[in-house]
């Protein structure tokens, strides 16, 4: 019976343990997780016709968003997307999808936009899309791009760049007006939620150059041309726009397993080493009293 009794609490420890250090492991590795399960695949062949199956069923409903976390991401494992282009920010690495419409869906997989019928280098052109406390998820380093910084839109011939000049802007959630055009001007307008969603960061550029992206020295020959633009920005991102599918984090997952077993099966040795040598103890006492 004391044996049964002591496998039982060995037992119920390991697995109070285990599942205890699984869930703090849990917490290093879920943004692993969620870049794998927001990946999209980008294949610029396909923009133009994307364009043209998305414009009469997107949908623009940002007061339909939920917050975004692992869990909301997991029923858009293997989801059909349809990229319209490529929104690039060199200076704190964001790099989405361009998705028609602001449902749930497009700004937890992308940078969905905000109005019908955008063009790219043309009006202002309006994207939206999550929050994340992690910089490398969707617009999580949003309020990091400041004044001169890149910001880069593609479809299947050219890039757009634009030059931002408004950033770290906190709006009222019900400002519509951000994505109006403006007389005379050519804007880009990125928008995202504050923590907790009580207010919106947005950040706008200027449209400066279009590059094409059949002719890499014809790029370069125009990007030379103007004064304080990060030429060798651009001509990187031009070099690196092939699609790098990212890898299941099996490692990651494998690691916190391994030491959450390790950890439980430690403190069960520890405890283990406890009742043996109480057991010795309570056996001299009982041998001394004979």
């Given at each position: 019976?004391?044996?049964?009794?002591?496998?039982?609490?060995?037992?119920?420890?390991?697995?109070?343990?285990?599942?205890?250090?699984?869930?703090?492991?849990?917490?290093?590795?879920?943004e692993n997780v969620m870049l794998y399960l927001s990946q999209v695949e980008i294949i610029p062949e396909e923009f133009e016709t994307n364009l043209i199956e998305t414009e009469e069923t997107a949908i623009f409903d940002w007061d339909a968003v939920i917050e975004l976390d692992w869990q909301g991401?997991?029923?858009?494992?293997?989801?059909?997307?349809?990229?319209?282009?490529?929104?690039?920010?060199?200076?704190?690495?964001?790099?989405?999808?361009?998705?028609?419409?602001?449902?749930?869906?497009?700004?937890?997989?992308?940078?969905?936009?905000?109005?019908p019928d955008l063009v790219m280098g043309q009006g202002n052109f309006s994207l939206a899309s999550h929050w994340h406390p992690n910089p490398r998820i969707t617009f999580g380093s949003l309020d990091q791009i400041r004044a001169g910084d890149l910001i880069i839109l593609r479809d299947a011939d050219y890039l757009y760049i634009y030059e931002t000049f408004i950033y770290d802007y906190i709006i009222n959630p019900y400002?519509?007006?951000?994505?109006?055009?403006?007389?005379?001007?050519?804007?880009?307008?990125?928008?995202?939620?504050?923590?907790?969603g009580r207010q919106r960061v947005m950040v706008r550029g200027e449209f400066i150059i279009q590059i094409p992206l059949s002719d890499l020295a014809a790029a370069e020959a125009m990007l030379a041309e103007l004064e304080g633009?990060?030429?060798?920005?651009?001509?990187?991102v031009i070099e690196t726009l092939e699609y790098t599918e990212i890898p299941f984090p099996l490692v990651d997952i494998t690691l916190a397993v391994g030491i959450s077993l390790m950890l439980a099966a430690l403190v069960v040795w520890i405890s283990?080493?406890?009742?043996?040598?109480?057991?010795?103890?309570?056996?001299k006492v009982i041998k001394n009293d004979l």
């Open positions: 019976m004391k044996k049964f009794l002591n496998t039982l609490i060995n037992t119920f420890i390991f697995l109070l343990i285990l599942v205890g250090s699984l869930l703090v492991g849990w917490h290093f590795i879920q991401l997991l029923p858009y494992v293997n989801y059909e997307v349809s990229p319209i282009g490529e929104l690039i920010v060199p200076s704190v690495e964001i790099r989405l999808p361009i998705l028609q419409g602001t449902s749930n869906v497009n700004v937890s997989l992308g940078a969905g936009t905000m109005e400002r519509v007006d951000i994505t109006d055009y403006v007389e005379g001007k050519i804007y880009v307008t990125l928008m995202t939620c504050t923590p907790g633009l990060e030429a060798e920005s651009v001509i990187d283990n080493r406890g009742f043996k040598r109480k057991n010795d103890k309570d056996s």
